[in-house]
């Protein structure tokens, strides 16, 4: 069974700082992709960054990165020069063939003027 | 474009009876998704729909969930009987296709309060 753990439920960051929001997963799977996704407060969830796990390139997006341990099933999502518009609640996802994502139960970040 | 619309925002309603969920996709997506989400907690799978394929109804809870999808465009997501543990914010996603390297794009979700 797939599982996504995020062993983190609250984080704060001071505005400006890098934080680090860690991710781990449990599959059998050898081809997979990966996924983080923010929910602010109006629900709506949007994709941050993904990661197919076939790649050995840590994926890149702007001020979003993720360090991406295939064998140590661990996928954690750098923010760097973090900013107020980045609070929200954090989930990682994991997704295989043609089926739904597996979410993680999230991460609250705070970031602090 | 327009992106995933649901409706309604929120929704109250006494234990014991039915409520329809409504999701509009993204025009063109041939997939799409239910999930709820409890409080605190993360998404949890419902149903997905793709094309006129029969959908995977593998995360439904119970048998008073169901869920159609019309024209292979809007679909309804009904709860009969409704308890008070259903009480939670229903959202609905859709992407280009199936293949998993597809973006699912999400709804802004129906809130449900069952008293």
């Known amino acids: 069974a797939q599982t996504v753990t995020q062993s983190q439920p609250e984080m704060s960051v001071q505005e400006a700082e890098t934080v680090t929001l860690s991710c781990t997963y449990d599959?059998?799977?050898?081809?997979?992709?990966l996924f983080w996704y923010k929910q602010p407060p109006s629900r709506q969830m949007i994709l941050v960054i993904r990661?197919?796990?076939?790649?050995?390139q840590n994926a890149t997006e702007n001020r979003f990165s993720v360090n991406f341990q295939k064998a140590a099933k661990s996928f954690s999502l750098k923010i760097s020069d973090s900013q107020l518009g980045d609070a929200a609640m954090y989930f990682c996802?994991?997704?295989?063939?043609?089926?739904?994502?597996?979410f993680g139960t999230g991460t609250r970040l705070t970031v602090i003027p | 474009g327009a992106g995933v619309s649901q409706s309604p925002s929120n929704k109250v309603t006494e234990k014991g009876k039915d409520v329809e969920l409504r999701c509009d996709p993204i025009?063109?997506?041939?997939?799409l998704y239910w999930y709820r989400q409890s409080l605190g907690q993360g998404l949890e799978f419902l149903i997905y729909?793709?094309?006129?394929?029969?959908?995977?109804k593998s995360g439904l809870p119970s048998d008073r969930f169901s869920a159609e999808r019309t024209g292979g465009s809007v679909s309804t997501l009904t709860i009969q009987r409704t308890q008070q543990e259903d009480s939670a914010v229903y959202l609905c996603?859709?992407?280009?296709?199936?293949?998993?390297?597809?973006?699912?794009?999400f709804g802004p979700g129906t809130r449900l309060t069952v008293l």
């Open positions: 996603a859709s992407s280009e296709g199936p293949e998993p390297y597809n973006e699912q794009f």
């Open positions: 599959t059998s799977e050898s081809d997979y992709y």
């Open positions: 990661q197919e796990a076939y790649k050995q």
């Open positions: 996802a994991y997704r295989t063939g043609a089926n739904n994502l597996f």
């Open positions: 025009s063109g997506h041939t997939a």
């Open positions: 729909f793709q094309g006129n394929s029969a959908p995977d």
